[in-house]
């Protein structure tokens, strides 16, 4: 199945682009992709996993994924 | 319509647009962008928005706020790309026909805000650029 992830702020900065749609075998959560992002980017290595956002609601990292879902990792937020 | 702008905020069309007849007071709050930051001088901030995501998350805050202060009215906007120095980055007005809920009402909303609405800044300063509350370096 694929998913939609999306890069914001210091991620998209990390990663090079705005956003990816990548093949996930049934099963994949959020925080599966969180752990190859980690494995990608060495910036990354020591990082925690972020507040999550599936679909664009803040939602657990161990939800299980769906075909078409839009996933994106939530830097630490810096409103007002 | 939009909690965010790309254009200088006018809090005074903010206040006129939610002010009741019944109101006898309203509080606005201004965030404003200052020139340093956790002992760095800061010359600029560059916010941006996950859009879609944080208009939900807004007005998730204001129906939070409604519900705890029901007689108060609430208009927010926040300003997104490239602000300078004395730039107001976010204006919230909160309206009540008392000032004491007004005032709790705005405190509300700003800390709220702060803590679950995607939006993210850049600084920039003559030490580099940074993202805030990002801890590593980067620029």
């Known amino acids: 199945m694929k998913v939609?992830?999306?890069?914001?702020?210091?991620?998209?900065?990390?990663?090079?682009?705005?956003?990816?749609?990548?093949?996930?075998p049934e099963g994949t959560r959020a925080a599966d992709l969180w752990q190859r992002m980690r494995e990608n980017h060495?910036?990354?290595?020591?990082?925690?996993?972020?507040m999550t956002a599936i679909n664009e609601s803040y939602a657990d990292a161990d939800?299980?994924?769906r075909d078409?879902?839009?996933?994106?990792?939530?830097?630490?937020?810096?409103?007002? | 319509?939009?909690?965010?702008?790309?254009?200088?905020?006018?809090?005074?069309?903010?206040?006129?647009?939610?002010?009741?007849?019944?109101?006898?007071?309203?509080?606005l709050f201004e965030g404003v962008v200052r020139n340093h930051n956790e002992g760095k001088a800061v010359e600029s901030i560059d916010y941006e928005a996950y859009l879609p995501m944080a208009e939900k998350e807004m007005a998730q805050v204001v129906a939070d706020v409604r519900a705890a202060f029901p007689e108060v009215a609430v208009a927010v906007v926040h300003r997104l790309g490239h602000l300078v120095?004395?730039?107001?980055?976010?204006?919230?007005?909160?309206?009540?026909?008392?000032?004491?809920?007004?005032?709790e009402a705005n405190r509300m909303a700003i800390d709220r805000i702060k803590q679950t609405v995607p939006i993210w800044k850049k600084e920039r300063g003559p030490d580099g650029e940074e993202w805030v509350g990002w801890q590593c370096k980067h620029g």
């Open chain 2, 1 to 27: 319509m939009s909690y965010f702008t790309n254009e200088p905020i006018d809090p005074a069309a903010l206040v006129r647009g939610v002010m009741r007849p019944s109101d006898g007071a309203y509080v």
């Open chain 1, 4 to 24: 939609k992830l999306l890069y914001f702020a210091v991620l998209r900065d990390i990663a090079g682009r705005r956003d990816d749609v990548v093949e996930v």
């Open chain 2, 85 to 103: 120095i004395g730039d107001s980055s976010i204006a919230i007005v909160c309206a009540s026909p008392h000032r004491a809920e007004a005032f």
């Open chain 1, 42 to 50: 060495q910036a990354l290595r020591d990082v925690a996993q972020p």
């Open chain 1, 68 to 80: 078409g879902d839009e996933l994106a990792f939530i830097p630490p937020v810096a409103g007002g």
């Open chain 1, 63 to 65: 939800q299980v994924l």
